[in-house]
């Protein structure tokens, strides 16, 4: 997309002016999301920087060590992730030598594909996660400890900025202020309480399209709330507004079915918002 004076001024303002940015988006099974994920990290973490993804914190850290193959580290991400488009943008890091770590609790890489000195490590994380999983607090534990492997990283690359790629539950300034179901103190607020004030949310929305459920599952959706942000799309393939730009009453819509209680302008520094999306392309291990 050709982008405006203006629009390449708003996006330098929300990327350049800190540390660590958060970039989400509200569905995972998107190919323009992670797309644009790649396009950002190339204007502006191309040196000096980490790009931490929603990947197996244990796994990407070993295939950041012995200097895996793209198609290779995506052993440490969900289903949902294993695209061709998560392979491009680790290919452009990996040959510019830019880290590629992960700080989920999840793990996704099985124990017998870690050597002998390793699998120990992710036995203990295994028997963790399988312990909080069975418990009634599981969603609170892992983002605390995504929030934790995220704080462990900066004191690892104290010098780096970081581009730390979400889902935009995970990224919100006021989770735990939204109502029901989706009140959730997010990683970003967790951050905060140790780095106040050198982050910026951006989220990734979208009107209408088609996309993945997590179980890979096709499903359409049209947003047509007429409170909604993402119906604030424009004419352009995508748009970006502050959070000064959005209007007070506005809510989002979480996985595209899921209405929020909280405006987007309280939530984040700024949202991209898709006219209409498409599916990723599934990468083959």
């Known amino acids: 997309m050709r982008r405006s004076t203006n629009f390449a001024l ?9 540390r660590f940015i958060f970039l989400g988006e509200s569905i995972h099974g998107v190919t323009e999301y992670t797309r644009l994920r790649e396009n950002i990290a190339e204007r502006y973490f191309n040196k000096s920087a980490v790009l931490i993804f929603e990947a197996d914190s244990n796994g990407m850290l070993f295939s950041h060590q012995h200097n895996e193959s793209a198609i290779c580290r995506l052993k440490n991400f969900p289903g949902i992730l294993r695209s061709q488009e998560t392979v491009n943008l680790l290919a452009w ?9 992960g700080i989920d609790s999840i793990p996704r890489r099985a124990v017998t594909e870690f050597p002998p000195e390793w699998q120990p490590i992710q036995q203990r994380k295994i028997d963790e996660y399988s312990s909080a999983r069975s418990g009634v607090n599981f969603f609170e534990w892992r983002e605390i400890r995504m929030a934790e492997n995220l704080i462990h990283l900066t ?3 104290p010098e780096h900025r970081m581009l730390i790629m979400l889902h935009n539950l995970h990224i919100k300034r006021r989770g735990s202020f939204e109502k029901a179901e989706l009140r959730l103190k997010s990683v970003r607020e ?3 309480d140790v780095f106040p004030w050198q982050s910026h949310s951006i989220a990734q929305l979208a009107q209408r399209g088609s996309a993945l459920h997590n179980d890979l599952t096709l499903f359409n ?3 047509t709330d007429p409170l909604s942000v993402e119906r604030l799309s424009g004419a352009a393939a995508y748009t970006l507004l502050t959070a000064e730009q959005i209007p007070n009453d506005s809510t989002a819509w979480h996985h595209a079915f899921e209405r929020e209680t909280v405006s987007p302008k309280n939530q984040y520094e700024g949202c991209f918002i898709f006219k209409e999306v498409h599916p990723p392309i599934m ?3």
């Not at 708003?10 to 800190?18: H, S």
């Not at 890091?93 to 770590?101: E, G």
């Open 190 to 192: 967790y951050f905060e």
């Open 10 to 18: 708003k996006e330098q303002r929300l990327f350049r002016d800190k």
């Open 155 to 157: 004191s690892t690359y």
């Open 283 to 285: 990468a083959s291990l």
């Open 93 to 101: 890091a990996i040959s510019r030598q830019i880290p590629c770590l």
């Open 221 to 223: 959706f049209h947003i």
